[in-house]
């Protein structure tokens, strides 16, 4: 079993910043990668970023790009994800994934799910 619980959500106006966090604890193995998905409303969950245990290596979707860094703090079982040049489209719940695989064109968590940090963004 692995818990997660994130927090940082929030209103913001268009153009602005925020930074979400991800606290995981619980008794299992390391996984290879973590991440985030998020899900506007009538809109299936989806994935935005990805970073391997190490943090060498961290995979977005296209439409975040250049705008959303992840990164984590393995001493503190932290991941985080910072948003910049937020956008209306952006506003979703935001869900942090314990488990990370590709599968194809993909991304599937097979962890544990965060209770998810509601994100606005007004125009």
């Known amino acids: 079993q692995v818990q997660l619980v994130e927090s940082g959500g929030g209103l913001v106006q268009a153009g602005g910043s925020l930074r979400l966090s991800c606290a995981v604890s619980?008794?299992?193995?390391?996984?290879?990668?973590t991440g985030w998905f998020r899900q506007a409303p009538g809109k299936e969950r989806e994935f935005v970023a990805g970073?391997?245990?190490?943090?060498?290596?961290?995979e977005y979707t296209d439409s975040v790009k250049g705008r959303f860094t992840i990164s984590r703090d393995n001493a503190k079982n932290t991941v985080y994800l910072q948003m910049n040049s937020l956008k209306p489209e952006d506003t979703a719940v935001y869900y942090c994934?314990?488990?990370?695989?590709?599968?194809?064109?993909?991304?599937?968590?097979?962890?544990?799910w965060g209770q998810g940090t509601q994100v606005t963004v007004s125009s």
């Open positions: 970073i391997t245990w190490s943090g060498s290596s961290t």
């Open positions: 619980g008794r299992t193995l390391r996984s290879v990668a």
């Open positions: 994934a314990s488990n990370l695989l590709m599968a194809g064109s993909r991304r599937i968590n097979l962890g544990s």
